[in-house]
């Protein structure tokens, strides 16, 4: 059996339990570089519990509806932050964490311009490129010790459409 899922606009407010979306203000910070660059100070925190920060690039393959969620995963000692490349939008999937397992999942899709970071320890669905393969950048912990969990549902989870209804 398979339970359904819709995939809603990625907005601060909804995201926010889970991480951070990561776009610019509507005036940046500070200008700098001679005047020719608008900065957008500290969008979002990274924690990690021990370790340094990290940089990667991560090319994956697109992903298509219906979209079978039967993995999520976290990482506990940092946080992970994905900052696409080439402006193809990701469905994210989080979950809340129900006594040390995830909860209901909530699907989103991401925006041209938008970037998450997930906060520690959250559940959250593997990367996923809608529509067409992608590139993202990812900031997280480099260190020893185990940083990944991985939960796989006994009844997946389909994401069986987008709305573009941020509320649903």
């Given at each position: 059996?398979?339970?359904?899922?819709?995939?809603?606009?990625?907005?601060?407010?909804?995201?926010?339990?889970?991480?951070?979306?990561?776009?610019?203000?509507?005036?940046?910070?500070?200008?700098?570089?001679?005047?020719?660059?608008?900065?957008?100070?500290?969008?979002?925190?990274?924690?990690?519990?021990?370790?340094?920060?990290?940089?990667?690039?991560?090319?994956?393959?697109?992903?298509?509806?219906?979209?079978?969620?039967?993995?999520?995963?976290?990482?506990?000692?940092?946080?992970?932050?994905?900052?696409?490349?080439?402006?193809?939008?990701?469905?994210v999937i989080v979950?809340?964490?129900?006594?040390?397992?995830?909860?209901?999942?909530?699907?989103?899709?991401?925006?041209?311009?938008?970037?998450?970071n997930l906060h520690?320890?959250?559940?959250?669905?593997?990367?996923?490129?809608f529509e067409a393969?992608?590139?993202?950048?990812?900031?997280?912990?480099?260190?020893?010790?185990?940083?990944?969990?991985?939960?796989?549902?006994?009844?997946?989870?389909?994401?069986?459409?987008?709305?573009?209804?941020?509320?649903?």
């Open positions: 059996m398979s339970r359904a899922l819709i995939a809603r606009p990625l907005t601060a407010e909804a995201f926010a339990p889970f991480g951070d979306v990561l776009v610019p203000k509507a005036q940046p910070d500070k200008i700098i570089n001679q005047g020719k660059c608008g900065r957008h100070h500290d969008l979002a925190q990274l924690d990690f519990a021990q370790g340094r920060a990290g940089i990667s690039l991560f090319v994956s393959e697109a992903r298509h509806l219906p979209y079978t969620v039967d993995l999520v995963e976290r990482h506990p000692e940092g946080s992970q932050a994905f900052v696409p490349l080439d402006g193809v939008p990701m469905i979950a809340p964490d129900v006594g040390g397992t995830p909860g209901t999942p909530l699907a989103f899709l991401s925006q041209p311009g938008q970037s998450i520690r320890g959250v559940w959250h669905g593997v990367l996923a490129p393969p992608g590139q993202y950048i990812v900031v997280d912990r480099i260190g020893d010790g185990t940083n990944l969990e991985e939960h796989w549902f006994d009844d997946p989870w389909i994401v069986t459409e987008i709305t573009l209804d941020a509320e649903n």
